[in-house]
């Protein structure tokens, strides 16, 4: 158990300043405050799970709070007693949707990135795809195709 000196508190995260190096402020069961040299202060969790030292982002401050900052790590520690990793369970949750096809991602990819470049190229990259990857690749789902 943390003693009441090593426990954080929103005036001691508010008075603290960047320096040089990122800081850490301790509060306890994982959870610290890293404060940037730039400024930035994100909560983070550290963990163990099946032996290796694991390390994952719970919010920024001040958006997430030191009171939520601790439910959070709560939930993240018994997820970890329960055998499921957060980190994990996190990826997974940023998997593709199991009905998008290739087709589909290269599309919304092209949407979103044709706007910056010039006419003539996304048209050339658009009869590409159709002519030599659509045909092969088009069809299958996104979270099937792996590296050769």
């Known amino acids: 158990m943390a003693k009441y000196s ?21 509060d306890g069961r994982g959870l610290f405050l890293q404060i940037m040299p730039q400024g930035g202060k994100w909560w983070r969790f550290k963990y163990r799970f099946d032996g290796k030292e694991k390390l994952i982002s719970l919010g920024v401050y001040p958006d997430v709070g030191l ?19 957060p980190s994990a369970e996190r990826q997974a949750g940023k998997a593709p949707r199991p009905g998008d096809t290739f087709e589909t991602v290269a599309r919304e990819w092209l949407t979103k990135f044709s706007p910056r470049w010039v006419p003539g190229h996304t048209d050339t990259v658009v009869q590409r795809l159709e002519a030599n990857v659509f045909s092969h690749l088009g069809t299958r789902p996104i979270n099937q195709i792996t590296p050769a």
Do not use: H, M
């Not at 005036?11 to 800081?23: A, E, L, Q, S």
């Not at 997820?79 to 990793?85: E, P, S, T, Y």
């Open 6 to 26: 090593d426990v954080l508190s929103e005036i001691k995260i508010r008075n603290t300043k960047p320096g040089d190096v990122p800081k850490r402020l301790w």
């Open 67 to 85: 009171k939520d900052a601790r439910g959070r790590r709560d939930e993240a520690r018994r997820k970890v007693a329960a055998g499921i990793d």
